[in-house]
């Protein structure tokens, strides 16, 4: 679709201090005789004074396999930290602060070297846009934004000015405005090389600024994207030609990575939007009007929906779901909501237009939307978004149902402990529900620990548990009796591990087990060990022969409530933490070890160590109904 563009003589003030020509011949700004048919501006903001610096270097590096030609001009905004690295890139040696690039095949010019600039600040991002749109105008125009993403709460985390972001909102404002004082209508494209925020919230808020959004539903691997796909526009591709040639170079990438298996990149049609926010808002209508009477059915289907950037804190855990995949389940589970629940998932389907997903994620249909189990967990920050489709009048009617759960509905068992026993495959557990709450039940786990001499219980571990479908109200689990462990060649140190597949064990069934482990990191200057970053590893196995298919080191940012792969030194420490739970019910994140693992990442190894034989053990048998009331049945036992 072609774009007014503006092409003021001003304009060409812009291109200022050419201090870094390498090879290739820069391309000049345009003449004023208009844009050349097929031609494409692509504008990248890199948010690099973070942690993720490093890998945003690398991704410079690739822009500059392609560089400006004719029919293609990269832009870059460049934010560098002091910290991270100091490594030169595109012939530019290394700096702290923002520069304004025009990338070059092999190297860069300066457009303007801009000292320290908060990436955080919206008024920022859209003299970028301008900049870049008013010295370089093309028939299409695609903007790239890399850095931590957090869904709907937005992207960023400038270190040098306080960790500020840039919010859903301040992510609008600045490109509207951006592309407005350019004489531009909307993007070509707009893309997030940033975890999460390929969400419903992000693109009914920035639908009027793209036609395309290109984004990740799970968490991202630090390497992004491969900006070396670019070069599909210098050919005058279409924008589903570029979206589809970046979905097949990030792809590409991540085999190669070895990280291919929690991967998700989705193309999604904006032009498409009102249809999935009118598809929404009479599914949410359809939910809401239906009231207490399908909660059950909802809470039963969130807790087994696919989920991303989950983690075993709640306090860390972004709350999204697979839209589709959840609308899809509601209706199968209940005919009434059927017509309304299959209009959003065709809806959701028609607007994205390519996407990839990996082994651990197979069936992410593109789309996520903020959905936490539990009141007690939902942010009310969300309130102020006001998205289109009704959600959070949805939201708002399942959370007052389940608070009004009668007090003999709740999710409580019959008699006392569990029963526990030991057979081939390890232990098992289970237990009664009292039938009066067992159809208010959404989830079920089992929870295994070492019991402390002093009473207290050093939790191992949790894996998903079953509700017996067929109404008897009996909760049963397993676990097989091992711990996870991680060695750096010379030390070795347990950990906890959060199992999310439907087999129970960690080394047997079919299709992939995910694993999260909760860990402590310590820089090599954090000389007291007072300072650390929480940190989730993410590990995908092989159902079958439990080979590691995937493991990813994830930082989690508080201030924003993202994660980006973790910038680790090798001679920084890695702390695994396990759930301590005293006599009194207080519990607490431990580091499982005084003295930890040395963070040299790719070195370290996992293993599944059976308990030695006298080990005493704590099981908890977890259910939870869709008002967030849990009820537990525990068994203690001594390993043979």
């Known amino acids: ?40 501006t692509v504008l990248t903001y890199s948010i690099a004074d973070t942690d993720l610096e490093p890998f945003m270097m690398a991704d410079l590096g690739e822009m500059g396999e392609v560089g400006s030609h004719d029919g293609l001009n990269l832009v870059a905004l460049v934010d560098r930290s002091a910290d991270y690295s100091a490594e030169p890139v595109l012939g530019q040696p290394d700096w702290a602060g923002g520069k304004l690039l025009h990338v070059l095949p092999g190297g860069a010019e300066v457009m303007d070297d801009l000292g320290p600039v908060d990436t955080g600040d919206p008024a920022v991002l859209s003299d970028f846009i301008t900049r870049g749109i008013s010295a370089y105008p093309a028939e299409h125009y695609a903007v790239i934004i890399s850095d931590h993403g957090a869904s709907w709460p937005g992207v960023g985390g400038d270190e040098s000015a306080d960790g500020d972001s840039l919010s859903l909102a301040e992510l609008n404002d600045a490109i509207g405005s951006g592309l407005s004082a350019a004489g531009v209508a909307k993007l070509d494209l707009l893309g997030f090389d940033a975890c999460l925020m390929a969400t419903y919230e992000v693109a009914s808020t920035l639908a009027p600024r793209a036609d395309r959004l290109l984004a990740s539903q799970e968490l991202e691997p630090g390497h992004g994207w491969n900006y070396t796909a670019l070069e599909t526009a210098a050919a005058g591709a279409t924008v589903d030609e570029l979206g589809s040639a970046l979905i097949q170079g990030f792809s ?6 070895g990280d291919a298996a929690e991967i998700t990149l989705s193309l999604i049609d904006l032009g498409k939007l009102p249809a999935v926010d009118a598809a929404l808002a009479s599914f949410s209508s359809s939910l809401v009007g239906r009231g207490a009477g399908l909660a059950p059915v909802v809470g039963r289907t969130l807790a087994s929906t696919l989920g991303f950037g989950r983690s075993p804190d709640p306090a860390e855990d972004s709350f999204m779901t697979d839209l589709g995949l959840l609308a899809g389940e509601i209706g199968q589970g209940d005919t009434a909501e059927a017509d309304a629940a299959d209009a959003l998932v065709r809806a959701i389907s028609s607007a994205v237009v390519d996407k990839v997903d990996g082994q651990s994620t197979a069936g992410a249909t593109g789309l996520s939307i903020y959905f936490p189990p539990q009141k007690a967990y939902f942010a ?49 557990i289970s237990a009664a529900l009292d039938p009066a709450g067992l159809g208010n039940a959404a989830s079920a786990s089992v929870r295994y620990g070492l019991i402390e001499a002093d009473g207290s219980v050093t939790y191992l571990g949790e894996r998903p548990a079953t509700v017996d479908a067929g109404g008897s109200g009996l909760v049963h689990g397993g676990y097989d009796l091992t711990q996870l462990t991680l060695a750096d060649g010379t030390d070795t140190t347990p950990a906890y591990a959060q199992l999310g597949d439907d087999t129970g064990t960690a080394t047997s069934g079919s299709g992939s087990v995910t694993i999260d482990v909760p860990m402590a990191y310590y820089s090599p200057g954090d000389v007291a060990g007072e300072t650390y970053q929480d940190v989730l590893l993410s590990l995908t196995l092989d159902g079958t022969s439990g080979d590691i298919l995937n493991e990813t080191y994830f930082a989690y940012d508080d ?19 396990r759930l301590n739970v005293q006599g009194d019910g207080t519990e607490s994140w431990v580091g499982t070890s005084d003295y930890g693992l040395y963070a040299d990442l790719p070195a370290l190894h996992y293993a599944f160590a059976r308990l030695p034989s006298g080990s005493r053990l704590r099981v908890d048998l977890t259910v939870t109904d869709f008002g967030g009331n849990s009820a537990t049945a525990s068994g203690t036992a001594t390993v043979p």
């Open 1 to 40: 679709m072609t774009r007014r563009t503006v092409a003021a003589l001003a304009a060409l003030a812009l291109v200022v201090s050419l201090a870094a020509c390498t090879t290739g011949s820069p391309v000049e700004p345009d003449s004023g005789d208009g844009p050349a048919a097929g031609s494409w």
């Open 380 to 428: 009310e920050d969300y309130r102020a978004l006001g998205t289109a489709g009704g959600w959070l009048d949805f939201l708002t009617s399942y959370y007052a149902a389940g608070g009004a759960i009668p007090g003999d509905q709740k999710t409580r068992f019959t008699g006392g402990d569990a029963e526990v026993s030991f057979g081939a495959d390890g232990l098992s």
């Open 559 to 577: 201030k924003l409530g993202s994660y980006g792969e973790l910038t680790a030194d090798p001679d920084g420490i890695i702390v695994p933490e």
């Open 252 to 257: 590409s990438q991540a085999e190669t990575e």
